[in-house]
Structure formats: C-alpha cells, structure tokens
C-alpha cells in the first residue's frame, strides 16, 4: 500500500533552515509527484509547490519561491523540502501528497522559537 | 490566484442530519478539453492528515460511502451528507486544481 512516511517534528531558531523529508513507499516513486502543502495552527491548507522526481522539474507557489527548495533522492525514494531563513510565520505543519493528493504523509510541525 | 470560497464556516449538526455546505470559486474550473470541473473535496479529522473524499467536483474516492455526494459545476459546488454520522465531524475542505492547488477556508462540523 503507498504509504508517505515524514520526518519527525522539528524545533528551530529564526534565522536558520531545515530540511523536511518524505519517504514513499509502496509504489513506483518515478511516476508521480510530489506536492508540498503548508497548514498553519488552526487554519486552511497552502500549496507550495510539487517535484517530478523522474526529472527533478519543480514548480513552485510564487508565495513560496524564496522560501522552499524541494528536492528528491531517487535511490532512496525521498523527496526532500528545505526551509530558509525561517520566521515565526513559517511555524506550522508541513504535509508531503502524491499527485491527484490522495495520499498523505502524516505532516511534520515545524516550531520556529528562539 | 483562484480564490475559493467556503461557507458556512462552521455548521452544528445532530447524528442524522442531511447536510449541506458550499463551495464558490473566483474563476470557473469547467475543463472544455477534458469536460470535467477540477475540484476536490477533503475531510480533516484533529490531529489527521487531509483524506481526499471526492474528486473532479463528484466522483467519490474508493472507499468513501455514498452518503457524501458532490455537485455543482463552473463556479459554485456543494458537498452533501445524507445522513451524518458521528465519524462524519471534521473540517471539510474545498480545493481547486484548474490552476496551482488553492484550498478553501473550510467548514468545520460540530455537534450539537
């Protein structure tokens, strides 16, 4: 069964980076995409953007261009989302999807705190 | 951006109840190529990832029982619950992928 596994929670400084990673399972990783999705405490969800990892071709939320770096190891099956320069704003979960977002990796939170 | 609207923002129902919340989008998400309108319907339990319930505005994932029912067409769509059940109280969600993804505001369901 295609299962998305997420790295765990992860507590940051402002100012630094972090780097998220979703391990896929259960189906030809090459043959669909990734999407990344934001979803602040409490509130709704926002794309951010989504990697072919056949290719490595990205396409990115305009929001998002200078915030996230996505990335994938194909030997690995991993798909790999970085984080700069982080601010309280950027404190939330982050989701991993498939393409058509029918299956979910099961979120990383993300504290940005000093 | 594709701007997507949802109301009621929350709803209070008793086990039972037919339930009815909508989804408005700034643009239409007709497909003339493909003759489909590109709209999803989501279910978010507390502490759950978002579970895909329906897609292409009325087709229902596999496993999703049929007291969900999607319709509507252009720019104005509506989930329904036939009959809610208590498994049934989360937040709903709305996205639109004619465009980049965009989600809803949601509407959440509460007991009464």
């Known amino acids: 069964q295609v299962n998305l596994l997420q790295s765990g929670a992860a507590l940051v400084k402002p100012g630094a980076s972090v780097k998220l990673s979703c391990k896929a399972s259960g189906y030809t990783f090459t043959d669909y995409y990734i999407h990344w999705v934001k979803q602040s405490h409490g509130k709704s969800l926002e794309w951010i953007g989504y990697i072919n990892p056949n290719s490595g071709y990205t396409n990115y939320n305009e929001k998002f261009k200078s915030k996230a770096t996505l990335t994938v190891d194909k030997s690995t099956n991993t798909a790999y989302m970085e984080l700069s320069r982080l601010t309280s704003e950027d404190s939330a979960t982050y989701y991993c999807?498939?393409?058509?977002?029918?299956?979910w990796g099961q979120g990383t939170l993300v504290t940005v705190s000093s | 951006d594709i701007v997507m609207t949802q109301s009621p923002s929350s709803l209070a129902v008793s086990a039972g109840d037919k339930v009815t919340m909508s989804c408005k989008s700034s643009?239409?998400?007709?497909?003339?190529?493909?003759?489909?309108?590109?709209l999803s319907w989501f279910q978010q339990k507390p502490g759950q990832s978002p579970k895909l319930l329906i897609s292409?505005?009325?087709t229902r994932e596999t496993g999703v029982p049929d007291r969900f029912i999607g319709s509507g067409s252009g720019t104005d769509f509506t989930l329904t619950i036939s009959s809610v059940q208590a498994e049934d109280l989360a937040v709903y969600y709305c996205?639109?992928?004619?465009?980049?993804?965009?989600f809803g505001g949601g509407t959440k369901l509460e007991l009464k």
């Open positions: 996205e639109q992928y004619y465009s980049y993804p965009t």
């Open positions: 292409l505005a009325s």
């Open positions: 999807t498939r393409s058509e977002l029918a299956y």
């Open positions: 643009q239409s998400l007709l497909s003339s190529e493909y003759q489909g309108n590109y």
